[in-house]
């Protein structure tokens, strides 16, 4: 189970940008297959995005295709997922998580053991 500590959250109003950041202390981070996920209050944690190991494929879930872009910093075991163009259906707690020799598809659906703490992303006029 990867180890994760996710940052770059706050409050933007709509229309506006934020990148998040996931950084791993599980070695090797190039072993895993990793993922943002969001929660909004009431709902189901959600698949927003994925990205191979080496970085090379990536997948998003059809709300985020074309406003977020994932991606990974092997040398700094860190993820990140650049969001622009904000709605206010993006607030949520989103979370990162990795899969050990995973691929972007069985990872959208996969079971996590556990979870980081998240950071909170609120987007509101």
């Known amino acids: 189970q990867v180890q994760v500590v996710e940052s770059g959250g706050g409050s933007v109003q709509p229309g506006g940008s934020l990148r998040l950041s996931c950084v791993s202390s599980t070695r090797p981070f190039t072993t895993y297959a990793m993922a943002w996920f969001r929660q909004a209050p009431g709902k189901e944690r959600e698949f927003v995005a994925a990205i191979s190991r080496a970085g090379g494929a990536q997948s998003y879930a059809d709300s985020v295709k074309g406003r977020f872009i994932i991606a990974r910093d092997n040398v700094k075991n860190t993820l990140f997922l650049q969001m622009k163009n904000l709605k206010p259906e993006d607030t949520a707690v989103y979370y990162c998580?990795?899969?050990?020799?995973?691929?972007?598809?069985?990872?959208?659906?996969?079971?996590?053991?556990?979870w980081g703490p998240g950071t909170q992303v609120t987007v509101s006029s």
């Open positions: 998580n990795g899969e050990s020799w995973g691929d972007t598809d069985t990872i959208r659906t996969k079971e996590f053991p556990s």
